[in-house]
């Protein structure tokens, strides 16, 4: 399985932006996808996940109510819309795949085994 993120760019503080994330591959094995992000001298931090067949979303309390997660069941997909950003919203932004069994703590990296490359996210002030 392969995961390929697309979206990323420059957008001015206060704009918008729409993060894809597509899940390519003959098998779907995901039970949650989530969005992490890393700034330059930073560490990965957990952004938002989304459980794949319910649709239940959880998010980290620097995007909450900024930040949207959101998935296209039947295309594979999950989006990441993001509202008034902010100078300190700049990142690469990853996608993540956890498979069924991997853990409960779905904010932390290890939980998950599959991820994109990557999209970087600019935003100016």
């Known amino acids: 399985v392969y995961l390929l993120e697309s979206g990323g760019g420059l957008v001015q503080t206060g704009g918008s932006l729409r993060l894809s994330c597509a899940a390519s591959?003959?098998?779907?094995?995901?039970?949650?996808m989530a969005w992490f992000r890393q700034a330059p001298g930073k560490e990965r931090e957990f952004v938002a996940d989304?459980?794949?067949?319910?649709?239940?979303?959880f998010y980290a309390d620097s995007v909450k109510d900024r930040f949207t997660i959101s998935r296209d069941y039947f295309k594979n997909t999950v989006f990441l819309h993001m509202r008034s950003l902010k100078v300190e919203d700049a990142a690469v932004y990853y996608c993540?795949?956890?498979?069924?069994?991997?853990?409960?703590?779905?904010?932390?990296?290890?939980?998950?085994?599959?991820w994109g490359q990557g999209t970087e996210v600019t935003v100016s002030s």
């Open positions: 993540a795949g956890k498979v069924p069994d991997a853990g409960s703590t779905n904010y932390q990296a290890a939980t998950y085994s599959y």
């Open positions: 591959g003959r098998d779907f094995p995901f039970s949650n």
């Open positions: 989304i459980s794949w067949s319910g649709g239940s979303t």
